[in-house]
């Protein structure tokens, strides 16, 4: 009788199984051990991040620092400028104030002064024509010696009168345009009326540009003038100027002069370079 085989099993290498077991905790280690490595190197970026950003901000806030605190300069600058143009202002303000003061006590000096001047003429001109007048009565009074020493009883010397209302001064004059003033208070011997003179001032005639110019002397236009018209009329008034073409209009033209004197003014003739007058005037 044959008895049944027995069937060999392999003993399993315990060598094998450990080699095994090992190679399969480290697949599972290394399983575990990815999103450890992946949270680390986001922690690391992380941290690197940070570390960047916190240098920039503290770069930027000391750089800010900086800038505010130049602002703050510069706004100091400009408050001490502008306080410096307000005080230049107020100085500019007082400074022209003064000058303003000044031209207007500048410009009632020459006030005063062409016044003075025009007074100053005036008695120039009198006192030209008070001696004019002396020497005409002296040479009237040394005519009457010589009749009076020859014997005569009735000199043949006519002393004009001198009261008001009395000729002082008659003739004829004929003045070129920009050429000479006359002056009509001549004295009575001056047959010219003053010519010579290129200026004048009160009671002086031109023959300017377009018609005569006349200084200081009030007129009146009438048709047929004596001493009582001229002297009592009303209406005069003060005339700067008489047109050339006005001439043919004017006849006669009463004259109130600035030394108190009446008299009258016709042109005679006139070509627009020449003008020929006729003048009197009468005492005060």
Not at 9 to 25: F, V
Not at 249 to 262: G, H, K, M, N, T
Not at 273 to 281: A, P, R
Request: proline letters at 4%; charged letters at 20%.
């Amino acid at each position: 009788m044959t008895s049944p085989a027995t069937s060999s099993t392999p003993t399993p290498d315990p060598h094998e199984a450990r080699m095994r077991e090992l190679d399969y905790r480290e697949k599972v280690w290394k399983v575990r051990q990815g999103p450890l490595t992946l949270a680390a190197a986001g922690v690391g970026l992380l941290i690197t991040a940070a570390s960047f950003f916190g240098f920039k901000w503290s770069f930027t806030s000391n750089e800010l620092d900086s800038k505010t605190d130049t602002v703050a300069s510069q706004d100091v600058t400009i408050n001490d400028l502008n306080k410096r143009i307000t005080d230049q202002s107020g100085t500019i303000a007082i400074n022209e104030a003064d000058i303003a003061a000044l031209q207007k006590d500048k410009a009632a000096l020459e006030k005063d002064k062409s016044s003075l001047e025009a007074a100053n003429g005036d008695l120039s001109r009198r006192n030209k024509d008070l001696s004019a007048d002396v020497e005409s009565l002296n040479s009237q009074l040394a005519a009457a010696n010589a009749g009076q020493s020859s014997g005569s009883t009735s000199p043949d010397v006519s002393t004009p009168s001198t009261g008001p209302g009395s000729i002082r001064h008659k003739g004829s004059v004929s003045i070129a345009q920009s050429g000479d003033y006359i002056d009509l208070n001549a004295p009575p011997t001056d047959t010219k009326w003053g010519a010579g003179s290129t200026s004048g001032g009160n009671d002086t005639v031109y023959r300017s540009y377009g018609g005569l110019s006349l200084s200081g002397i009030d007129t009146l236009w009438v048709k047929k003038a004596d001493y009582k018209t001229c002297s009592t009329a009303t209406g005069y008034a003060t005339a700067y100027s008489l047109r050339e073409e006005n001439f043919p209009e004017a006849p006669v033209i009463c004259l109130r002069l600035s030394s108190d004197r009446y008299g009258t003014l016709v042109v005679t003739s006139d070509n627009g370079d020449l003008t020929t007058l006729d003048i009197t005037i009468w005492n005060s």
